[in-house]
């Protein structure tokens, strides 16, 4: 059974830093797809970013490129998302998410079987 556990989520003042986990259980195969999604009120689901835990490779999405960094440990199952320079319009609901497959181009929510319960992140102006 796999599951996802966020911590990490916060209130910020714009320009602040916040650092998500994931920490992942379950996941049987060696090289999966790791991702961050996020859902603001009213709005749809965005794909902020995803890794590849077999090659590292990742890929942003734009409003956070050059902002926030996507890693993992592999030794504790463990992706982070490392936030810098937080605008309001960064605040939402964050989500993780896991894939069995590797990541394909494209940060695609159904591509992701696999869901975390969110943490809340609320950056003020």
């Known amino acids: 059974q796999v599951q996802l556990v966020e911590s990490g989520g916060g209130s910020v003042q714009a320009g602040g830093s916040l650092r998500l986990s994931c920490a992942a259980s379950g996941l049987s195969y060696s090289r999966n797809c790791m991702g961050w999604f996020r859902q603001a009120p009213g709005k749809g689901r965005e794909g902020v970013a995803i890794?590849?835990?077999?090659?590292?490779?990742?890929e942003y999405g734009a409003s956070v490129k050059g902002r926030f960094t996507i890693a993992q440990d592999g030794a504790k199952n463990t992706v982070y998302l490392q936030m810098n320079s937080l605008k309001p319009e960064d605040t939402a609901m964050y989500y993780c998410?896991?894939?069995?497959?590797?990541?394909?181009?494209?940060?695609?929510?159904?591509?992701?079987?696999?869901w975390g319960q969110g943490t809340q992140v609320t950056v003020s102006s």
């Open positions: 890794i590849d835990t077999g090659v590292g490779s990742t």
């Open positions: 998410a896991a894939s069995m497959a590797r990541c394909y181009p494209g940060i695609i929510g159904s591509d992701f079987g696999y």
